[in-house]
């Protein structure tokens, strides 16, 4: 019997940032990956995503993203070849304190091992940021009415490029210490499910899960 291949998980978190400024103005932001499962009587369960995850039947991704001030989150799904994993394009939305932003913000992502994933890259930004800027006029283009099915490959090239541009930090955070996945809610006191991360003043954080 062979035995199932088990996609490895890394998380590499990316700082773009002014020094001098980074002390005082950065953003605190919490950022959390889990996957949904089946479960008896029609429910469904909730795991955070650890080392062990594996696609399954009836399976989807979900990302959660909080902050303590406001700014900008762009979650980007791609497959082993570059193009884009899922059908809807990729969305900005604002996330503000006190509330939590969830991806995908329409669809699903699933994740029964047909998908083709390689990675999920989660940009976090403060929306003045030059870099920022640049990602959102990249996204516009890609929802222009009239844009040319030929163009659709280059716009994702793109937007590839951006990310792997932006992503020079060698600088790697294991999502969670969890060697096994844990329900969401069933933590116990004092531990904690999800990511914490620094968006620095005027810039940007890039975290990406990918499975290899």
Not at 6 to 27: D, E, F
Not at 47 to 66: H, I, M, N, Y
Not at 89 to 99: C, E, H, N
Not at 153 to 168: E, I, M, Y
Request: with cysteine; net charge positive; charged share 25%.
């Amino acid at each position: 019997m062979r035995t199932p291949m088990i996609p490895s998980l890394s998380i590499l978190l990316i700082v773009s940032s002014a020094p001098q400024l980074l002390a005082q103005s950065k953003i605190d932001a919490e950022v959390l990956f889990t996957v949904s499962q089946p479960a008896p009587r029609n429910m469904t369960r909730s795991l955070t995503f650890s080392t062990e995850a594996k696609p399954g039947p009836g399976q989807e991704l979900r990302l959660s993203v909080k902050a303590n001030r406001e700014c900008r989150a762009v979650a980007i799904a791609l497959t082993r070849d570059g193009k884009l994993a899922y059908a809807s394009l990729p969305d900005k939305i604002l996330v503000v304190p006190k509330s939590e932003a969830v991806f995908p913000t329409q669809g699903k992502w699933t994740w029964e091992g047909k998908e083709n994933l390689a990675e999920i890259d989660l940009i976090l930004a403060v929306e003045t940021s030059p870099d920022y800027q640049e990602l959102s006029q990249l996204l516009d283009a890609m929802r222009a009415p009239g844009v040319k099915e030929e163009a659709k490959p280059l716009q994702v090239a793109k937007l590839r490029r951006w990310v792997d541009g932006h992503s020079q930090s060698k600088a790697e955070y294991r999502y969670g210490e969890k060697p096994v996945p844990v329900p969401v809610g069933g933590m116990l006191r004092g531990e904690k499910a999800h990511q914490d991360v620094s968006i620095p003043a005027n810039g940007y954080v890039i975290i990406r899960l990918k499975l290899n």
